[in-house]
């Protein structure tokens, strides 16, 4: 299904409330890696909706490496990411982790996202292909493209054909970056399926400081859109501070893509 043999025009997804991703426009998701308060969500959702985000993320279940880490706020960083749409008008995007929360999150959220992590959760795959809402799928850490591909396809085997791939970086033998972002991924996507593509500079990279040269590689690679990190106060981020942008940059960056490319 996710074949572009079978469907050979792009498939364009509604991310909610009319953003779209897959046509003409570049569509920016911005916001930061967890939802941390009420002031902090608002005020980042604000922030890059005013520099032209087409939608807001913020994980409230994490999937964090060490069990002692920030593991999200749970159903009240849901609660919050409801009061940031609702303040802003902005769809809003976040991991799901478990298939206890599938229904939940078809309830209450515009875009559910399958980390890199749980590409190949096959039985959360499977639920999700159930829902109606959009699925933002990362790459797995060290997927190749068929296995991607083929983590799609179960989702819209079971019906939910909404699917939009991100890039984030694979694991290489570099360590300088936190990933390796795959740019020749996208064109190979693009040319095996008719899915959108997004790239997750900020998890690719891990640093803030090459987050907008990524960028604008990655709308060069041909990609429909990007999935960037952006904090109020990335020193202080209780989740990946050093990859994120500050709401300042974001609005810098967006001008800046704006010159090369229509953006939402
Ligand atoms: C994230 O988007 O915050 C995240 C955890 O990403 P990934 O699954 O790509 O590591
Ligand atoms: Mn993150």
């Known amino acids: 299904k996710a074949n572009r043999k079978y469907h050979p025009e792009d498939t364009v997804i509604d991310l909610g409330g009319g953003a779209l991703v897959g046509g003409e426009k570049l569509a920016v998701v911005a916001g930061p890696c967890s939802v941390e308060s009420e002031e902090q969500i608002v005020g980042v959702a604000q922030a890059v909706k005013a520099a032209g985000a087409a939608a807001l993320r913020g994980g409230a279940f994490k999937p964090r490496t060490s069990p002692y880490a920030f593991q999200g706020m749970g159903n009240d960083g849901i609660r919050l990411l409801q009061e940031a749409r609702a303040v802003t008008g902005l769809p809003i995007v976040t991991e799901i982790m478990s298939t206890d929360n599938v229904e939940m999150f078809e309830m209450c959220v515009d875009v559910i996202q399958v980390g890199a992590r749980n590409m190949q959760n096959f039985d959360l795959l499977k639920q999700l292909g159930k829902t109606t809402k959009p699925i933002l799928l990362k790459r797995g850490l060290s997927s190749t493209i068929e296995e991607w591909l083929m983590s799609a396809e179960y989702i819209m085997a079971g019906g939910n054909e909404k699917v939009i791939l991100c890039e984030r970086g694979i694991r290489t033998f570099e360590t300088f970056t936190r990933n390796t972002l795959d740019l020749s991924a996208v ?78």
Do not use: Y
């Open 187 to 264: 064109l190979a996507v693009k040319q095996l399926s008719h899915l959108p593509v997004v790239v997750d500079p900020s998890h690719a990279c891990g640093k803030a400081w090459m987050v907008e040269r990524m960028s604008m590689a990655a709308l060069a690679a041909g990609a429909d859109g990007l999935l960037i990190e952006v904090h109020n106060d990335p020193p202080h981020a209780k989740c990946d501070g050093a990859q994120s942008i500050t709401p300042e940059q974001f609005t810098d960056l967006m001008g800046k893509l704006g010159t090369l490319a229509p953006c939402v």
